[in-house]
């Protein structure tokens, strides 16, 4: 069975940088896309990052140049480096994984596999 546990959320001021963690059990990331969403309540989640199996990474607009995904498949994590960190930032982050050698389009839809979701809350 396969489980995502993310790590890393926290309270940081405006300006600061965090780094997400999301850890794999159950699979191996060699074969699946990983991407970062983020919900706030009564809004829709929103697609953050996401990274292939080969690299290849897709950014939504509001975060490009300031976040960052990367993965370490010897160590089946994947982060997400968040510099330059706005109030709008704020919000559940959660990774999630769908079993292709791609990234499809940044929809919630798309992805089979969520973990747990971890807090981040940015203030000015």
């Known amino acids: 069975q396969v489980q995502l546990v993310e790590s890393g959320g926290g309270s940081v001021q405006a300006g600061g940088s965090l780094r997400l963690s999301c850890a794999a059990s159950?699979?191996?990331?060699?074969?699946?896309?990983v991407g970062w969403f983020r919900q706030v309540p009564g809004k829709e989640r929103q697609g953050v990052a996401a990274?292939?199996?080969?690299?290849?990474?897709l950014y939504a607009e509001s975060v490009r140049g300031r976040f960052t995904i990367s993965r370490d498949n010897a160590k089946n994590t994947v982060y997400l480096q968040m510099n330059s960190l706005e109030v709008e930032d704020t919000a559940m982050y959660y990774c999630?994984?769908?079993?292709?050698?791609?990234?499809?389009?940044?929809?919630?839809?798309?992805?089979?596999?969520w973990g747990q979701g971890t807090q981040v809350t940015v203030s000015s």
């Open positions: 999630a994984a769908v079993p292709l050698w791609y990234c499809p389009p940044l929809t919630s839809a798309r992805f089979g596999y």
């Open positions: 159950g699979y191996t990331y060699g074969s699946v896309c």
């Open positions: 990274i292939s199996p080969g690299g290849t990474t």
